[in-house]
Each structure stands twice: as structure tokens, then as C-alpha cells.
């Protein structure tokens, strides 16, 4: 039977167990959109996951939608993000960074020049970011040109260029949790017409451009792609025709021999199967994918085993449980208590509920 402590290969990547640290926004870049020393303290503690999928990563200046998130855009940021993987890798582990584009989630006070945000759609989502001044709606995006789109894709091949550059083992592309990729793909968010627009072919190019370049670029065997099929986070609908959307995309992309595919099962950070939700079949898509599937949003030690005995899935990751255990691997290894999650201090703030959580005694 498989254990969750076993080793799995993931693509290219060896990997001691199959418990991931889920990618967590914490918004404590410093100057520059940097991480900074406190996060190369915060992943060395958790180097003992299988693999540490870091936090979403804007990939330009215009991906930015929340205060105090990093960024993998600039030389500055390369050489920050370096110490932190330094650090991971000496205390043995494996680290893969989050590349990530908010699209319409965002504020004009966050992105350059006050600019509007940008989407495949110029309606605003009836959802709220973190800002400056606090909580605030979020503006009104611009709908990208058809012709501005390969630059996109060029900015997705070039963060993970940088991520390589900067020690990762490699990158996950980030399309799920409805920003930009997923604005693309939904048809309750995508309403332009044209080669990007429509049909499921149509609404899939963009995510299916970006994952080739992606895979070009650094090795189909050192990239993931996050998909989130069911979530409705930030105000945006399901997709008409979902399981036909997403299969269609699995199977697109399964040809490029990615290292795995991350599926967040239900809603993100709810139910992985909401009363009254439309149902998905998640092993339809592991049908489709030849690599390393990956599921996530919620699951105990014991729930996890279980998705893992009956062949469920071949790892999975842990988000909330690894922000409040440094040392989660032993701790459900030894069935050992797991530390409470303080909910303040999750988003910005010092060390308090980022750094201070305890581990076991040696």
C-alpha cells in the first residue's frame, strides 16, 4: 500500500514523501517585492515536505493584486528568492515556485502608473483585495488584445526562467482560483469573440500557449499546472460546461510531460463537494494525465492516506495544516498533535504567526 512517506518521483523531481506545502499567500515581501530574510526562515522550517510548492508569484509588474506579495520579475528579486532556495535545499528539501498573473483581481493603486488591471474581459468581478488602504473593491479591468497576448506568454516563459535562475527545481503555473488564466478559460468570465474567445478550444489557447512556452523553457518534467475546476473564489461562476472544459485541457497538456498536475478538489479553501454543487469527476482528469496527480484543499493525515490507498491520487498538499506545523511531515508521521492555526498574522505582520510556530522537541 502506499504510504504518504514514500518517496515519489514527480517529472524530474525526486521527491522523500508525498506531502506537499500547498503554495500561501502571506504578503510579506519587502522593498522591491522581495522575499526577505523571514522567508527564507519560514521554508527552511518546512524543508522536510516532499516538496514546497513556494507562494503565487507575480510574473510582471502588471500581475500584482494584492499588497506585499513577491515578485520573480526583476534581478533583485532572482537573487532574493536564490537565498531562499539555498536554504531549502541545504536543509534537504525540494522547492518549486507558483507563477502567477491575477488578471481582473487586482487595483490600479497596485499596478503601474495606476493602470487598470487586465483580463480576457472588461467586467469587473464583484470582489475585494488588499491594498494600501486597506480592503478594497477591486478596479475595473481592461480587456487584453488579441495581439498583446503573446507578450503574456512571453512574460510566463521568462519568470520561469528566472525561478531556474534563482534555484527552484522547478515551476507551477498557476490557473486555478480564478485569476487570469481562469478568466480565460470560464465562459462566465470570457466574453470576447475571436481566436481566444468561444469555444472550449477557443477559451483553452491562452492556458495551452502558456504551458508550452513554460515547458519549453525549463523542461515539461520540471512543471506543474494548478487547476481549480469547482471554485467560485472571487466572485466568479463555474464554467457552463466544466468537466468537458478541463478534460479538455488535461488533455491537451498531458503531451508535454508535465512533472504533475495540482487539482484543488471542490471549493477552494471550502467543501470538496458542496451541497447542491454541480458534480466533477477528478478521476477523469487523472485518467487523462500521464504524470504525478496532485489533490488538495482541506485533507487530514488520515483523509490523505486514504485518497492515496484507494489510488486516488499519487501525492497531496497541505496548506493551513504547514503554515501552523513547520515539522507537519513528523508530526503525522509520529501521530503527534498538530499546533492551532492562529488566524492572525496569516496575511502580512513580522514573525508572529509566520516564523514563531513551534516544532517538536528533537
Do not use: C
Request: no cysteine; net charge negative; charged share 20%.
Amino acid at each position: 500500500m502506499t504510504s504518504l512517506f514514500d518517496p515519489v518521483q514527480m517529472g524530474d523531481i525526486s521527491l522523500a514523501n508525498r506531502i506537499v506545502m500547498a503554495p500561501l499567500t502571506r504578503s510579506r515581501a519587502i522593498e522591491g517585492l522581495k522575499p526577505g530574510p523571514m522567508t527564507v526562515e519560514y521554508y527552511r522550517q518546512r524543508a522536510s515536505a516532499g516538496l514546497i510548492i513556494a507562494e503565487a508569484t507575480q510574473i510582471s509588474p502588471m500581475a500584482q493584486g494584492y499588497i506585499g506579495t513577491p515578485g520573480i520579475h526583476s534581478e533583485e528579486q532572482v537573487a532574493a528568492w536564490r537565498e531562499v532556495t539555498n536554504a531549502v535545499h541545504a536543509a534537504g528539501g525540494k522547492i518549486v515556485l507558483q507563477l502567477w498573473h491575477v488578471g481582473r483581481i487586482s487595483h490600479s493603486s497596485l499596478l503601474p502608473d495606476g493602470a487598470a488591471p487586465v483580463s480576457s474581459t472588461n467586467r469587473a468581478a464583484n470582489a475585494k483585495t488588499f491594498t494600501a488602504d486597506g480592503y478594497s473593491d477591486v478596479s475595473t479591468p481592461r480587456a487584453l488584445r488579441d495581439d498583446e497576448l503573446p507578450g503574456l506568454v512571453e512574460d510566463y516563459r521568462k519568470a520561469a526562467r528566472n525561478a531556474i535562475d534563482a534555484g527552484f527545481d522547478g515551476v507551477e503555473v498557476h490557473a486555478a482560483n480564478t485569476y487570469l488564466l481562469e478568466q480565460f478559460l470560464r465562459d462566465s468570465v470570457n466574453d470576447r469573440s475571436g481566436p481566444y474567445g468561444g469555444s472550449i478550444q477557443n477559451r483553452a489557447r491562452l492556458l495551452i500557449e502558456v504551458m508550452q512556452a513554460v515547458a519549453k523553457e525549463v523542461g515539461g518534467g520540471r512543471t506543474g499546472i494548478r487547476l481549480s475546476p469547482m471554485t467560485t473564489f472571487n466572485d466568479t461562476k463555474l464554467d457552463s460546461q466544466p468537466q468537458a472544459l478541463y478534460n479538455y485541457v488535461v488533455e491537451q497538456i498531458a503531451p508535454l510531460g508535465l512533472a504533475y498536475l495540482h487539482v484543488v478538489e471542490g471549493e477552494t479553501g471550502g467543501a470538496r463537494q458542496p451541497a447542491g454543487a454541480v458534480t466533477f469527476d477528478y478521476a477523469a482528469l487523472r485518467s487523462r494525465f500521464p504524470g504525478t496527480f496532485l489533490v488538495n484543499n482541506g485533507f487530514t493525515g488520515a483523509e490523505a492516506q486514504s485518497v492515496l490507498s484507494d489510488k486516488l491520487a499519487d501525492a497531496v498538499a497541505f496548506g493551513r495544516l504547514f503554515i501552523a506545523n513547520p515539522d507537519l511531515v513528523r508530526r503525522l508521521r509520529e501521530s503527534k498533535p498538530l499546533n492551532p492555526l492562529r488566524e492572525e498574522g496569516m496575511y502580512g505582520g513580522g514573525a508572529e504567526g509566520y516564523i514563531d510556530y513551534p516544532a517538536l522537541p528533537a
